[in-house]
């Protein structure tokens, strides 16, 4: 069975992710997309392309936090929505951690219109990301 081509929007997104491809990853960003973000320290909501790509800019520059394994589980999508469980390993100074997400993506015309982003244990994500 042929992948949706929401769950080939997502893949490719975070193929983009982590290969450091921002503009492959920004073109499939809505203009006016909603980034509902969590990670400790960025929590809050983005507007825009810009804006979430400056969050990225910071999350990966200013915070000292270099991502060395992204691995896609599962994606799971709809004409409307894609889910996509994944897995981090990053470094943060001497830290370093393997996490868990969920992330949840309203999709419309084959662009990220809203993006939810969930941490699967909350406290382990927060111990990573403390000063």
């Given at each position: 069975m042929d992948e949706?081509?929401?769950?080939a929007l997502a893949r490719s997104g975070y193929e983009a992710?982590?290969?450091g491809d921002v503009a492959t990853f920004a073109a499939l960003l809505d203009d006016d997309v909603l980034?509902?973000?969590?990670?400790?320290g960025f929590e809050r909501?983005?507007?825009?392309?810009?804006?979430?790509l400056?969050?990225?800019?910071?999350?990966?520059g200013e915070s000292g936090v270099q991502m060395t394994r992204l691995?896609?589980?599962d994606i799971l999508a709809d004409d409307d929505h894609t889910v996509v469980l994944l897995e981090v390993t990053a470094t943060r100074g001497e830290r370093t951690a393997t996490l868990r997400y969920a992330d949840v993506y309203?999709?419309?015309d084959a662009k990220v219109v809203e993006h939810w982003h969930l941490a699967v244990d909350p406290k382990a994500n927060e111990e990573f990301f403390a000063d």
């Open positions: 949706h081509p929401n769950a992710m982590a290969t980034w509902h973000e969590s990670t400790p909501d983005y507007r825009g392309r810009d804006e979430v400056a969050m990225f800019g910071q999350l990966m691995e896609v589980h309203h999709v419309r």
